[in-house]
């Protein structure tokens, strides 16, 4: 158990739709990080929040939007779903979020959209 | 444009014997670089990480050796157990660029055979 939370494990929405991830880091880490892995990809970093503020912003839709709140719980919202945004959705936490060695990761959201 | 590549996708090895995994990678700015390992419906898990500066990082059973001139690196395993059978991922980060994404390969699959 890495001691990170992703609700739920498993999402099943249609097109179109609209769907809220959730993460709760390890107690005590700061930063936040969400990734998506499609199909035979590797990760693909979204968005990094350190302690509520935007961090680093990678290839993510702006159909996606992310927030970090006051409680340091990550909320990952994905919007106008295509089929195209099915995949797992990871999210992982770290202390400070400029050592990677720290950075553990949740066990994911699989989302399926149909 | 991937890059960081892990062209194996899948590797058996026999228990007992090294496993050796190999990425490359294609951007110079990259300046640190790590492995991660994940089982089936869980996170990844990290394992070993190397800076620019070494050419060589080892922990236990893991060694990671990292030659800049060609943008390789590769993981070892020794002796392999066949509890080392999972998706390995490569990743990088450039540290210079202000935060510290990872982007990753799309994984090779180890299976140690008993």
Redesign the interface.
């Known amino acids: 158990d890495?001691g990170?939370t992703q609700t739920p494990k498993h999402l099943i929405t249609a097109t179109g739709q609209r769907v809220t991830l959730r993460c709760s880091p390890r107690s005590g880490d700061l930063s936040v990080?969400w990734?998506q892995q499609s199909l035979?990809?590797?990760?693909?970093?979204l968005i990094?929040y350190y302690n509520g503020e935007e961090?680093?912003k990678?290839n993510i839709l702006e159909r996606f939007s992310a927030q970090q709140f006051p409680d340091l719980h990550s909320e990952l919202n994905l919007s106008s779903l295509e089929l195209g945004d099915s995949a797992l959705y990871?999210c992982?936490s770290s202390i400070s979020?400029?050592?990677?060695?720290e950075?553990?990761?949740?066990?994911?959201t699989r989302l399926t959209v149909v | 444009d991937q890059q960081v590549k892990q062209n194996s996708p899948s590797l058996s090895v026999q228990e007992g014997r090294i496993s050796i995994l190999n990425c490359d990678y294609t951007n110079s700015m990259f300046d640190y670089f790590l492995w991660y390992k994940k089982y089936p419906a869980e996170g990844p898990t990290f394992l070993i990480s190397i800076s620019s500066i070494k050419d060589k990082n080892e922990d236990g059973r893991f060694t990671v050796f990292l030659n800049k001139s060609a943008k390789h690196l590769s993981l070892h395993i020794v002796p392999s157990q066949p509890g080392d059978s999972a998706v390995y991922f490569c990743a990088a980060s450039a540290s210079g660029a202000g935060s510290y994404q990872l982007t990753f390969g799309k994984g090779t699959k180890l299976s140690v055979i008993p």
Request: net charge negative; hydrophobic share 35%.
């Open positions: 890495s990170v990080y990734y035979d990809q590797g990760l693909q970093f990094q961090r680093a990678g990871f992982a979020g400029a050592d990677y060695t950075a553990f990761f949740g066990q994911g």
